[in-house]
């Protein structure tokens, strides 16, 4: 029963556009409480892992048109948890960079379902507003994966001030510093200093410039069509 009604919970973020201030509640609560507090787990990481892994599969019954379409998609979050938890005891290139790629590809599939749910036929509503915010955070989450694998291969790619505080972790600096950088804000106690770091910080600066602006416009463009599709029918 109990799992039955965890289910419910996360279909309901997905079969509902109130649920996309849900998940805009849960990513703020993990990004800046459990994160920054318990990060340094690495059992921690794991579980958050296997939330990713039961949220995507939600949204993947939830959203796709077909039975095919779901098997093929709920192989990547499976794969995301499975490489995650063997690169925690075995860490093998192959292992690793297995990781990473699931990883990546777990969080791209989690950007398109919940675009998909923004912007799905019906009225603009502050929820599909929220659910954008949503996708920016997933994006911060998703740079900061990369900075931390970057970090840990790449001897000296980043010059980091680590603040002298026992709950500081590796998870929260790139989180944090993911945050500055798609946001263009940059404090400069974290910067990149190798070619491919400068390369990724970049790029996430890029979207974080054009995201907002891209997404606003369609937005305004699909409201007005609304808009005047009801004018058509009255």
């Known amino acids: ?29 993990m990004h800046f409480v459990l994160i920054p507090i318990f990060g340094s787990y690495s059992s921690f990481m794991v579980i958050t892992n296997i939330f990713w892994m039961l949220f995507l599969i939600a949204g993947i019954f939830s959203l796709s048109k077909s039975k095919k379409q779901t098997i093929l998609f709920t192989i990547i979050p ?5 490489f995650g938890w063997i690169s925690v005891f075995r ?28 912007f799905e036929p019906g009225p ?34 980043f010059q980091i001030t680590l603040p002298p505080f026992e709950s500081n972790t590796l998870q929260a600096n790139f989180l944090y510093f993911s945050y500055i950088t798609i946001t263009t804000t940059g404090y400069g106690d974290i ?21 907002p602006v891209i997404l606003i416009g369609r937005l305004v463009s699909d409201a007005n069509e609304n808009s005047a599709k009801k004018k058509q029918n009255q």
């Open 1 to 29: 029963m109990a799992k039955n009604k965890q289910f419910l919970f996360l279909n309901h973020l997905w079969n509902k556009e109130s649920g996309l201030s849900g998940m805009f509640i849960l990513l703020c609560i």
């Open 191 to 211: 910067f990149p200093l190798h070619p491919f770091a400068r390369s990724m910080a970049q790029i996430e600066a890029i979207i974080g410039v054009l995201y």
């Open 124 to 157: 603009i509503t502050e929820y599909r507003v929220v659910g954008s915010i949503v996708v920016y955070m997933i994006l911060a989450n998703l740079w900061s994966v990369i900075y931390l694998f970057i970090y840990e291969h790449i001897p000296g790619a």
């Open 78 to 82: 499976f794969l995301f948890v499975l």
């Open 91 to 118: 860490q093998t290139p192959f292992i690793l960079l297995a990781d990473i790629v699931f990883t990546i590809a777990t969080f791209g599939l989690l950007i398109v379902l919940v675009l998909k749910k923004v």
